[in-house]
Structure formats: structure tokens, C-alpha cells
């Protein structure tokens, strides 16, 4: 099993950037895809981007797409979501998640195998 902790989240302005993190402390990275999925007060968790087990793969919703960039180091078990020109809509608790595959993430939280704690973003506009 992985053990996800998220970091990197806070409070920006609209337009500003931040890079949130996904720590591994559990077994081998490599062995998962990697997702980030995001939920705002009074609405469901929706999917974000997700990542291959090698990186070579990378999945995003299409309000995120040129915005943000996923990445991983499996040598330091972490995943990285860069978000740039941040805006309000995109205020959520952020989660961390394991699973098969990049396609399975994308189709959503059921596929997921390993939450983390998930890390608050706020935007104010």
C-alpha cells in the first residue's frame, strides 16, 4: 500500500501560482498512477490531472489544461502539481490519489485505490 500526504497548499490571489506535492512514505511509487482530484464546499470531487507510473503518460479536465502541469520523481516518490494563473474557481480541497491506471483515475473517485488527507487551495479574487 502507498501513503499519500499532500503539502504546498494556502492561501493566493487570482493569478498567482502554487505547487502542491504528493509524498509517498508506503511501498514503491512506481507500482501507480497518481491523481489529483479537488472538491469545493457543495460539490462533488471531481478529477484534475493524473500521471503514469513513468511519467510518460499525463491526463487533465479541460479547465486545467495549459494551466497546470503534473509531474513525478519516482526517486523521491513525490508528485508535483504546478498550477499557474490561478483563479477562484479553482478554490478546493486538492486530494492526492493512487490507482491502476491514468485512464481509470480519469473516469473518476471510484477508481481511486489510496486517498490522501487532501490540502486546502484558496483563491481570492
Do not use: H
Request: glycine share 12%; charged share 15%; aromatic share 10%.
Amino acid at each position: 500500500q502507498v501513503q499519500l500526504v499532500e503539502s504546498g497548499g494556502g492561501l493566493v490571489q487570482a493569478g498567482d501560482s502554487l505547487r502542491l506535492s504528493c509524498t509517498n512514505s508506503g511501498r514503491t511509487f512506481s507500482n501507480y498512477a497518481v491523481g489529483w482530484f479537488r472538491q469545493a464546499p457543495g460539490k462533488e470531487r471531481e478529477f484534475v490531472a493524473a500521471i503514469g507510473r513513468f511519467g510518460s503518460a499525463t491526463s487533465y479536465t479541460d479547465s486545467v489544461k495549459g494551466r497546470f502541469t503534473i509531474s513525478r520523481d519516482n526517486a523521491k516518490n513525490t508528485v508535483y502539481l504546478q498550477m499557474n494563473t490561478l483563479n477562484a474557481e479553482d478554490t478546493a480541497v486538492y486530494y492526492c490519489a493512487a490507482g491502476s491506471s491514468v485512464s481509470l483515475l480519469r473516469s473518476g473517485v471510484k477508481a481511486v485505490d489510496t486517498w490522501g488527507a487532501g490540502t486546502q487551495v484558496t483563491v481570492s479574487s
